[in-house]
């Protein structure tokens, strides 16, 4: 059972941006669960492992790789139990499957991901 969704992946030119969604199903967390949980998002690119993109804490505030800082933000609605991730300027580096999971992060919370491919 997929417990965490992502969408909004595609393919966009080098320069442009991208807003992904993670969707929690209630019946993992519950409202006030999601809310206290520290929540990533993570990418794997071709022959690469996993890594950690970014991170959003229960108050909102967030940190980010290196690579990304400044281009990426994330956010979080509880009401909603869904995380986004707003990527701007993205480069051909940042062409990955993009995922959301709890930090640190629980295996079976893994879903499908949501493919970002940045080519011209």
């Known amino acids: 059972q997929v417990q965490l969704v992502e969408s909004g992946g595609g393919l966009v030119h080098p320069g442009g941006a991208q807003r992904l969604s993670c969707a929690a199903t209630r019946n993992i967390f519950g409202i006030t669960g999601f809310s206290i949980k520290d929540l990533g998002w993570y990418r794997q690119a071709p022959g690469n492992q996993r890594e950690l993109v970014g991170a959003i804490s229960p108050d909102g505030s967030t940190n980010y790789t290196d690579s990304v800082k400044g281009r990426f933000t994330i956010s979080r609605d509880n009401a909603k139990t869904m995380v986004y991730l707003q990527m701007n300027n993205l480069n051909p580096e940042d062409t990955a499957v993009y995922y959301c999971?709890?930090?640190?992060?629980?295996?079976?919370?893994w879903g499908q991901g949501t493919q970002v491919t940045v080519s011209s």
């Open positions: 999971n709890t930090i640190p992060y629980t295996a079976r919370y």
